[in-house]
């Protein structure tokens, strides 16, 4: 057992109370506190292995790695400097069970305690999650998730099939609620094992029976369990599981282990309940919701259809008046359009006749003031205006291109990849991209990036002289 080597302050000398206790004693600030407790976890726990499952796993642009280890009752932040995981063989992954070593640390401004790791190696356990998450992915991949694929849930069933263990708990919250919200549903227990080696294959026969139960029509399929560790849940991670509920074609939710936890069934099911009381819950309506429901829509039924009436009688009114004159109204509209279009016709005569006078004689005006003859003696003025800026231009682009040339020249002259084409190469260190001009600036061991006439290089520092 380690023993803490704690600050005298830490300590009581005597249990009773002062009469004055304001006398002698320590106050801290919040800053001073956390800097001590830091000093005393490093000096007590340094070095300390510790064996957990990787979470939360984190790398961003500074290469550092921040995740989280935890088994099944705690967790403990941890971090990996980018120095030290680049010289790791194993490289960090979310789900894989490791062993690390290091040291315990505190970070003062959030007032966390954290592990420093030094080095890290695979326990195994990882396979697990990966095995999810390759399976997850592939069937994602074939569109078992997609939501244009889920059936819609019915609001209230008139049968229930129950996909579980006949004595678990999860049964039992499911019976409570539904009696408590709506007692006049059917219900069918399909009893299965949900965990073990032999869960998978009860639960898929037990999916093609219910599918095929035409003669209860069965509205609803609730697959279901009870929390468990991540190994428990195996059985609702297995691809035949799955693709069975693909496959169902009744409306089936899925509603296994606690609120935290998901499975491949969460998936693939139309729809998923963070328990199974709240499956029972969203698949079985309250009695009382019902009641006041119904009597709602029927108030508002009635109220449509009696103003629906009362529109239609107020239309046939109309058009039991508007027949009336209707003979009389028509009549007069197909003289009235009669006298319009004659009118139209003489009107729109007298306008095209107006219209071509105007253009016989903007025609007969256009010809005597054509600008032609004016035009003609200025072609030969162009051609010698023309001549000239080409020979002007010619002259421009042949000092332009000798001024280019001699410019090219002196920049090729003083480039930098004119120098390193002499043997020369710009040293900069790999950690923080700085150019190295001196030996002081190097220690053994730096990253070296080397800039090259023609390509690159990289290289570590092996020996430092002054010389």
Known sequence: MTSLNLPDEFWLEDAGLDDNQDEGRHIYSVSQLNGDIRLILEDNFTPVWVEGEISTLRTPASGHSYFTLKDERSQLKAVLFRRQRLGLQYQPQEGDRVLCSGRISLYEPRGEYQVIVTTLELQGLGGLWRAFTELKNRLEREGLFKPERKKKIPLLPRTLALITSATGAAVHDILQVIRRRFAG??????????????????????????????????????????GGSYEDLQAFNDEQVA???????????????????????????????????????????????????????????????????????????????????GGETVSRKHQAFSELKTRFRTAMLSRLRLVRQNLEIREYRLAQTSPLFRIKPLFAEI?????????????????????????????????????????????????????????????????????????????????????
Not at 199 to 216: D, H, M, Y
Not at 415 to 436: H, Q
Not at 447 to 452: A, D, K, P, T, V
């Open 243 to 325: 693709r069975a509920i693909a496959a169902c074609t009744i409306p089936l939710i899925s509603a296994v282990g606690h609120e935290i936890d998901f499975t491949i069934a969460d998936f693939v099911a139309d729809l998923r309940a963070p328990t199974p009381s709240a499956a029972a819950e969203l698949v079985i309506a309250n009695h009382s919701e019902m009641i006041d429901r119904l009597h709602h829509l029927h108030q508002r039924l009635s109220q449509i259809g009696r103003y629906r009436i009362i529109q239609e009688r107020r239309r046939l009114q109309m058009l039991a008046l508007a027949l009336e004159r």
């Open 383 to 467: 051609d010698l205006i023309e001549q000239m800026l080409g020979q002007t231009m010619r002259h421009l682009l042949s000092a332009n291109r000798q001024r280019i040339t001699a410019l090219s020249d002196r920049l090729k002259a003083s480039s930098p990849l004119a120098v390193l084409a002499r043997g020369y190469t710009v040293v900069e260190k790999v950690e923080n991209d700085k150019v190295v001009s001196k030996s002081s600036d190097l220690t053994v061991g730096d990253q070296l990036h080397l800039r090259l006439h023609q390509g690159q290089a990289w290289c570590r520092v092996e020996k430092v002289s002054n010389k």
């Open 185 to 226: 549903v059917e219900i069918i227990i399909v009893p299965v094992m949900v965990q073990g080696e032999r869960a998978a294959g009860e639960i898929v026969a037990a999916l093609k029976l219910v599918n095929s139960f035409r003669q209860k029509q069965i509205d609803t399929v609730i697959l279901t369990r009870g």
